[in-house]
């Protein structure tokens, strides 16, 4: 089975904080992403990344980095966080191929002061 | 531009009630994927099932079926009997072949179903 985890399950920051969320996969896959999930909008793509130390921005990067210096892992960085990036966080990974599934992680749910 | 559309917000149903989830979806892309996942109260979206647009046959999978149909853009959810467990958030989402398999997703529809 593939398993997708992130480092932590509730988070609770202050404004201004630096914020990391870690998120390691272990299927060997290419492809990793980083989505926020908010109420009435569905899943927004914020980063994601198809190889080691490579990444594109997604639909909403604005306020967020991101960092892959290995394979298995893929960190969303929150450099000042701000009350409107209290959300819910899902990591997901998948292979290479066009139109793969992707596999999501438990998620992890910020809330910021 | 790619968008999914899950015009319903929450459906209630009482157990073993059939229920149907809509997804309409936009794409100008000859090639695409479609996805449903499922999101329990503990909030891990599991994948259910993964379509491409050139196979067009309903799938079942035991109390559930899929419907996609090309000419409206539509690739809708049946649950049969539907229990208790059933009770969460169904996402659809679509990925465009040239999209690098970037995925997105609806808004999501709640299923409430009651004992």
């Known amino acids: 089975d593939v398993k997708v985890t992130q480092s932590s399950r509730y988070l609770v920051k202050r404004t201004g904080e630096k914020v990391f969320l870690e998120c390691v996969q272990d299927?060997?896959?290419?492809?990793m992403f980083w989505y926020r999930q908010d109420p009435g909008l569905g899943l927004r793509l914020i980063y994601f990344s198809y190889d080691v130390k490579m990444k594109e921005k997604g639909d909403i990067p604005e306020g967020y980095s991101v960092s892959r210096e290995k394979k298995e892992r893929f960190s969303l960085i929150l450099e000042s966080a701000s009350t409107n990036q209290t959300s819910m966080y899902l990591c997901?990974?998948?292979?290479?191929?066009?139109?793969?599934?992707?596999?999501f992680g438990p998620g992890t749910r910020l809330l910021v002061l | 531009a790619q968008k999914v559309t899950q015009a319903q917000t929450e459906i209630s149903v009482v157990e073993k009630e059939d229920v149907t989830l809509d997804c309409v979806y936009e794409t100008r892309d000859t090639t695409y994927y479609l996805f449903w996942y499922k999101q329990p109260p503990s909030g891990e979206l599991v994948f259910l099932i993964r379509?491409?647009?050139?196979?067009?046959q309903n799938e079942i999978s035991g109390r559930y079926s899929w419907n996609f149909q090309k000419s409206t853009s539509s690739f809708n959810f049946t649950i049969t009997a539907s229990q208790v467990v059933d009770s969460a958030v169904y996402f659809c989402a679509l990925s465009e072949a040239l999209s690098f398999q970037k995925l997105v997703f609806g808004t999501g529809t709640r299923l409430l179903v009651s004992p």
């Open positions: 299927m060997d896959h290419e492809n």
């Open positions: 997901a990974s998948s292979s290479g191929e066009p139109g793969e599934t992707q596999y």
């Open positions: 379509r491409n647009s050139f196979d067009e």
